[in-house]
Every structure is written in structure tokens, then in C-alpha cells.
């Protein structure tokens, strides 16, 4: 069926048609009126549209205007209200809290590199969902998204890219308050309204953004107490690699078995390992988290108890807690066997307290060799001395810490930098050194017996002493 051709014959006869269009568009523009008026015997009708301040626009059909340009004019009436209606669709407007906002684009700021091959990865990306406003950042290896709750959504739902810079700048200046955020991807404008005036800066579609990796449906989904994960990842940290050669050390090991669970990293010269007896799974399972990953988590972390979701394959992990959400690419390869170079059965005990330990080593450490950061360490009638010496300056420390030790003596070399950093990294007053002899690694551990879900094990190789 052929659609009935408009009449355009004559300005009066369109009447109708734009009564139509006023039908159509006037709950989507700010207003949107039709006058019409008659001068010196000749009909007009006025056609005024306004949308905010974003469009504007005015139409006059004239009684003897010919009826090829009524036709234009009301096409050109007809395409101007399509693009006011995008317009206004396409526009993201809501309130939030400029506290709340603040303190996530300060974490997710953390992933974002000063550098990146893509320059989209200089921008937050900010999602809008009825009352929930998402944010993400990305460093393409890694993905985070956060949410934050809306005050008011007085625009319509939508995705937009911000500059991490403008958006920053923007926040720290304001004290807390509800900010008004306007995005339009057509006008390629934001607007940060606040207070006392307002912000305006670029933001541009999310089409080219990194989409986060996720595992696969068959992945395994293991969940672990906040702060059991909290602890493990803090305790490692500082002993994972940098080594562009061996990539599977430049992460911290998650070993699940039936028995207990395994947090482990290691460098080569130091390890640490956290056993937790209360994680156990029914299949055992394994990755290897990055490093710049688990920093976030860590920190990302809260006080306030609750867990941790892992959902993990071989290539992809998705860790969830609270609002968080953290998409990262694991490091693939097959984690060094840890428990292998631990010694099984040592030779001397020796307990010392930790903190006096740590401001030893403080003390003579600056007069070590600054390529080598030797430190001697001899046991001997229930006294430790540290020796540290530069033959290059003519330098020499020495620093004597009480210990239990009742064997023969017995001197072995430590990197100092190394020591306190482990002794820096476990809690308990007193640390035993469990030694094999100068030439084997050195278990660390804690002297604590109120542990009995976890248990700590540090692990120093030894340096060759030059007497």
C-alpha cells in the first residue's frame, strides 16, 4: 500500500503535519511551540525549538511560499529534530558525591602508565546504569572497575571516555560536595559542575578501549578471607623478581591443594612462602598473579572483613571484592618447585629479636660494600655480631645483638638489604634461624606458637665470606 503523498500546496495546510511533529518531540525538548499569525492578510506559522541551551533553532512557513520550498523547509524541520532528539538522547547527566568519585579515581589512577602505546589508556572509562556510575581503567595487561552510587541520573544511561589528568585536576580543587557531571558524546564536551562554577573538558567514545579478559566458563572460582589475602600478598611483595629472563618469577605463586594453600615469591636469593591450613579446595589448582596486580588488590584491599572471589583459567583472573573488580592476564609458565630448596632437616637454632636484629643491620649496613651489601653474621655464646666492612673506604661497623644460641660458633654471610626486608616483613617479636651450615640456605621463621592456621616461612641464601 502506497503511504499518502504530505501536502505542501499551501502554509495552512501544513498545519497539521507540524501539530504531528510537536506530538512527537515536545517531551523531548525543553520546549517546542507552533505560532501562528496573520499580517497584512497573509498566513504565517512560527516553529521554535529549544533544548537546553544545546540547540535552538526557528522555522517560518509563509501562505505564499511555493510548495517545493514549504517542503524543504519542513525536511529540514523533520532532520533538525532528528538531531536534536540524538542529542539529547546521547547526553549523560547525574550527580554524584565528590568524595566518593575522588577516592576511586585515585585508586584506579595507579593503573594507568604515564606512558602508553595507546593513548586511549590515558582516559577513565565511566559507565552510567540507572543509579550506579562504573569506573574503569586499564593498562591493557590489567583492568579495574569500581562503582560508585549516584545521587541522581537525570540523563540517560551511557559510556564515555575522560582524561585521567582533567578529571584528577578537577576533584582535588573541590571540597566534598554533590558535583553535577553533563557528557555528551555528539558535542564531544564534559562539564564537571560544582558549587561555585564549573569544569569543561573533552570526552570521547569508548569504542577503541581495551575490553577486560575474562576466563573461561569451565574456570575454577575459589574465595579466601579478605585479610588472609591481604597478609600473604604483603608479606611477598618484596621478594618477587624483576627478571626479564625467568617471567614466571615475576609474580607471586597461588598454590591451592587439598591440604592447605601456598603464597610464594621469590627472587632466587630470598623466598618467602605463607601456608594458610584454613584454604583448601577439593581439586588442586595454581597461578601466578603479577606483580603490579597483586599491589592493586593489596591496596585495594579493605579492613572491614568479607572475601575475596578468584575466578581463574590458565591465561585469565578476575579477582571481585566489595565493588571491585580486577581483570588481569596471569603470568604463564610453570612456577620453580619452592618447597624443594627448603631445607628439610637443619643443624642450628638460633633466636633473636626481631626488632633489635633489624636496628643492627640498620646500623652497620652503611658500611658495607656498596656492590656486595655484605654482612657477617657470627653466632657465638649466646651473642650475635654483625660485621660489615669496605676494604675499597677503609670502613668498618660493628654491632652485637643478644640471641639463644648455644652451639659452637658458627659465621655465615647474609645480603643486609635482603634481611631486613624480611625481618621487616613478619610480625612476631622473636624470629629463629634454623642453619644447615654456611654454605645452605637459611630458614627464617616466626618464633610465635598462637599461629596455627598459617605458617611462615622465609628462606636467605648465603653469601661467600671472605675471611
Known sequence: MKQKKKKFSSAEKMLPLLQQLQQTYANRCDSFWIHTRAESGRFWIDVS????????ADFSFYQFDKAETLERKYNRLCDYLKQVYFLIHSLMKFVVSKKALEEDIKALSKVINKKNALPILS??????KNTTLIIMASDGEICVQTQVQLSENEGGDGIFCLPQEDITNALKQLSEQPITIEASLELGNCTVTHSSGSFSFICESSDEYPKPHFPSPESTAINIDTEQVKKAIARSLFAVAHDELRPVMNGIHFNFTKDYTDVVASDGHRLIRNREYGVIVDHPASFI??????????TALGKDGGQVTFQFDDNNCVATFDSTTVNFRLIEGRYPNYDSVIPKKTNHDAVVDRLSLINGLQRVSPFANESSNLIKFTFNDNVLTLDAEDFDFSRTATNRVACDFSDKQLAIGFKGASAIEILKNLTAPEVIFKIVDPSHGCIIIPNDDDITEEEITALLMPMLIND
Open 49 to 56: 525549538v529549544n533544548t537546553d541551551g544545546l540547540a535552538f
Open 123 to 128: 582516559d577513565f572509562v565511566l559507565e552510567v
Open 289 to 298: 598473579m603479577p606483580a603490579k596486580a597483586a599491589k592493586f588488590i593489596n
